[in-house]
């Protein structure tokens, strides 16, 4: 790897490398702007605030990505900052870790969420575990971006929730955003990490809008005032006082349609997103359950040794005594994933989430 023509910089960029453009000049103050939109400028943020930070993958350079979410960062910051690759997952894994070993921040795209498969040996054998087999002297500042689960009309190994794969490997840092804000956040955050992170993005929020201070988000990594990090921190999506959805990711947004139906036929249901995998956030999920004695946990990924199983168990422990009912989960089939005409009855819609809180012995409280 230091053969490579790709050397790490940080601050100014070196002799014979122009300076990277201001940062988004044209997209400042509050806009509106789409989730896929949030990751672009997240990356181009970091790419022209570090010289390190570099981009490649499949397709991410002149193309912008599958779902363009690369779209205009080979334009701006040149094919040795943001390129393609072959179609070789191992490969730019197995790159991605020569790169940071040697001092860069490769974000690599996995393009879909099964494509990741074939990188999994690099990903759980080397990447996840090189700090702890150099008891910290070597760190892997590294981010693998992962486009995943369903809602898009796609077909098995285009629409996988595979988080569960990673969540269960000590060494990764897993992180899923669901919102337009969290999208630029916890991406920025990732780039940061001195470690690796697997950067899931649910494909179906791509295209979701919402309006954003830029500027304000932005001012969270002036070097004089840096926001706490988004890692390891769980958030408080709606309020409520009768039970708690706990969601992430793609399933969120059936988990806040599910509490909005519920307002209305009298039932008032808090919302907690999960946002961080690992680690996790106990003390803000905790806390809310006990609140509430009342607990639900969405998810769209198959439910057996699940992501939702682990937060199930964790409530249990923790929060035992102040339950009024058994912690329920509503998530995808233990299935392989089905065709599009059919994917509408395999995730987790408003109806099902409902009668999950029905059934949680309302007639004993």
């Not at 094919?79 to 490969?91: I, K, Q, V, Y």
């Not at 808090?270 to 806390?287: F, G, K, N």
């Not at 009912?325 to 998530?331: D, I």
């Not at 395999?346 to 004993?364: C, F, N």
Request: contains cysteine; proline residues 7%; glycine residues 8%.
């Amino acid at each position: 790897m230091t053969t490579m023509a790709h050397q790490p910089t940080s601050g100014p960029a070196p002799a014979g490398r122009p300076a990277a453009e201001p940062v988004h000049a044209e997209l400042s103050g509050v806009q509106a702007i789409t989730f896929a939109k949030a990751l672009t400028l997240a990356m181009a943020d970091a790419m022209a605030a570090d010289g390190s930070v570099l981009v490649f993958g499949e397709d991410v350079g002149t193309l912008g990505g599958v779902f363009r979410v690369t779209d205009g960062l080979t334009r701006r910051f040149g094919e040795d900052r943001c390129f393609d690759t072959p179609l070789a997952e191992s490969g730019i894994v197995g790159m991605a870790t020569g790169m940071a070993v040697n001092g860069m921040k490769p974000v690599v795209e996995m393009q879909f969420d099964a494509f990741a498969y074939p990188a999994f040996e690099q990903i759980t054998s080397h990447v996840a575990k090189m700090g702890n087999r150099t008891k910290g002297r070597v760190r892997l500042p590294l981010v693998i971006r992962i486009p995943y689960a369903g809602g898009i009309g796609g077909v098995e190994h285009h629409c996988d929730s595979s988080e569960a794969y990673y969540v269960h490997t000590p060494g990764l840092t897993v992180l899923t955003p669901s919102t337009v804000t969290d999208a630029y956040i916890m991406l920025r955050d990732a780039i940061a990490s001195p470690d690796p992170v697997v950067f899931m993005e649910p494909k179906k929020l791509y295209f979701s809008k919402d309006t954003v201070d830029l500027d304000a988000l932005r001012a969270r990594y002036d070097a004089g005032s840096p926001a706490p990090s988004s890692i390891g921190r769980a958030a408080i999506a709606r309020e409520g006082t009768d039970a708690t959805l706990i969601s992430y990711g793609p399933s969120m947004a059936a988990a806040l349609a599910a509490a909005e139906t519920a307002a209305a036929e009298g039932r008032s249901l808090q919302v907690v997103d999960v946002r961080s995998l690992v680690p996790y956030d106990d003390e803000t999920i905790s806390a809310a359950v006990r609140s509430t004695g009342r607990a639900v946990v969405i998810a769209e990924a198959p439910g057996f040794a699940s992501m939702a199983s682990e937060i199930a168990a964790r409530i249990q422990e923790r929060c035992f005594h102040s339950l009024a009912a058994p912690v329920l989960r509503v998530t995808g089939f233990d299935i392989p994933y089905p065709a599009p005409r059919l994917e509408k009855h395999y995730l987790p819609g408003v109806d099902r989430i409902l009668d999950a809180v029905d059934s949680l012995q309302w007639e004993e409280s």
